[in-house]
């Protein structure tokens, strides 16, 4: 089913222009998503209200560049905000992902135009919503989206699948071929007559991202918001580290929450014991020690996850958006695939285990436990682990440099 975008937007409440101010709204938005998370799962319809009050948080302008009025924060402080949204609700910090890859784009390879009218338009809340994929292509890039030239100008036409945060998106990005088969960014507003965007998602997990697709027919192009995407590619770049910065910081997120919601379901199940135990009444020996234990080694995944991602992010922060060569870019690169590897594998585990704690109660309504490992699976499907770790072992062992593309 179509669906017509919401066209009245908050205004931002208040600039961000500090780390110390980005994670503090963070964790405040993060506050505002608990109460409703278990019934967003269970719709799995577009969380409207809930999308309108990030789009005037302030967060989506945190990455946009100094010389255009952004507070130019730096990937550890991205993947942090991230990560705690993701904890509360994964689905709902997995809206920006494409919105952050696209500023790092225009930042990187926009005309200074493109950059003085989109960086402004993001900073005073405008989200960018994610056009890329297709099915049925012998690789990401067999695309049969067009962009073609027409006598009344610019014209694109075509399908895309999984297109997350496009249905409340201010604009959405396509990628699409041009005339001479070149790969193109085309930046269209959400809006603009022959773009329907449906909210046909019915999946296990990450119900609340609402990653349907979308169809762009006979739709005029403004020529001054295209971008030569293939160039992104034909030099050393983070374009794909940094996106998948974002991704990684979504799983340990989740792995996060599982782990905060078995502990706050233990205690609770076992209240007057834990009082007692706090109040030097009783032993901890008496209580299940197998309990105890799995806890314990799921809080230490949780916690090297953590680790990772903080690292893999410092790392790119050394590196730069632009990396000043391959080695650099390949360093970036391999930083995040193990936290991004690692991180899906923590976030299932640890997900999984909660029912190890919890038994079958972690599925009822009241609990809905069960959302931490179907949002994790759900999320790490698009992405496999194997193929990770395979780069990164092909780095370490032979000095392989990784793939220079958008997943890696």
């Known amino acids: 089913m179509s669906v017509a975008p919401v066209t009245v937007r908050p205004p931002v409440s208040a600039p961000v222009s500090s780390a110390s101010q980005a994670l503090a709204v963070a964790r405040d ?6 109460s409703g998370v278990i019934e967003r799962d269970r719709a799995g319809t577009v969380p409207w209200a809930d999308l309108a009050a990030l789009d005037a948080s302030g967060l989506l302008g945190i990455t946009v560049p100094a ?3 952004g507070p130019d924060l730096s990937p550890v402080v991205l993947a942090e905000v991230v990560r705690t949204i993701a904890a509360v609700d994964p689905a709902i910090a997995q809206v920006p992902q494409g919105h952050f890859l696209f500023v790092d784009v225009l930042a990187t390879m926009g005309s200074a135009a ?26 990401a890039q067999d695309l049969k989206t067009r962009l073609y030239r027409t006598p009344g100008g610019l014209r694109l036409d075509g399908r895309k699948y999984y297109c997350t945060g496009a249905i409340s998106a201010r604009w959405i990005g ?9 790969l ?20 296990m997990g990450q119900r609340a991202t609402v990653s349907g697709s979308a169809v762009f027919e006979d739709v005029r192009v403004d020529p001054e918001l295209v971008l030569p995407y293939q160039d992104a590619f034909a ?3 983070q374009l794909g580290a940094r996106a998948q910065l974002i991704h990684a910081a979504i799983q340990v997120g989740i792995a996060g929450g599982a782990l905060q919601d078995a502990r706050a379901f233990v205690r609770t199940r076992a209240r007057p014991f834990f009082e007692a135990v706090r109040a030097g009444w009783a ?9 105890i234990h799995r806890f314990g080694e799921m809080a230490t995944r949780v916690a090297a996850a953590e680790a990772l991602l903080a690292s893999a992010a410092a790392t790119l922060e050394e590196v730069g958006r632009q990396p000043a060569d391959a080695a650099a870019a390949a360093r970036g690169s391999i930083a995040v695939a193990q936290a991004k590897a690692f991180g899906s594998q923590t976030a299932s585990s640890v997900a999984s285990d909660v029912f190890a704690l919890t038994g079958a109660s972690a599925a009822d309504e009241r609990h809905d436990l069960s959302r931490h490992w179907r949002n994790a699976r759900t999320h790490a499907s698009h992405d496999p ?14 000095e392989v440099p990784p793939p220079n593309h958008g997943q890696l």
């Open 29 to 34: 938005y993060a506050a505002s998503l608990a």
């Open 67 to 69: 010389t255009h009025g």
């Open 114 to 139: 493109q950059q003085q009218r989109l960086f402004a338009d993001v900073l005073a809340g405008a989200r960018l919503g994610n056009g890329l994929a297709e099915r049925g292509g012998q690789h």
């Open 174 to 182: 396509v990628s699409a071929l041009d005339e001479a088969g070149r």
């Open 184 to 203: 193109v960014l085309v930046l269209i507003a959400r809006d603009a007559t022959g773009v329907q965007v449906d909210e046909e998602w019915n999946v």
């Open 235 to 237: 030099r050393p770049q």
């Open 283 to 291: 032993d901890t020996a008496a209580a299940d020690p197998h309990t």
């Open 385 to 398: 682990v194997d193929w990770k770790y395979y780069h990164v072992g092909n780095y370490l062992l032979s």
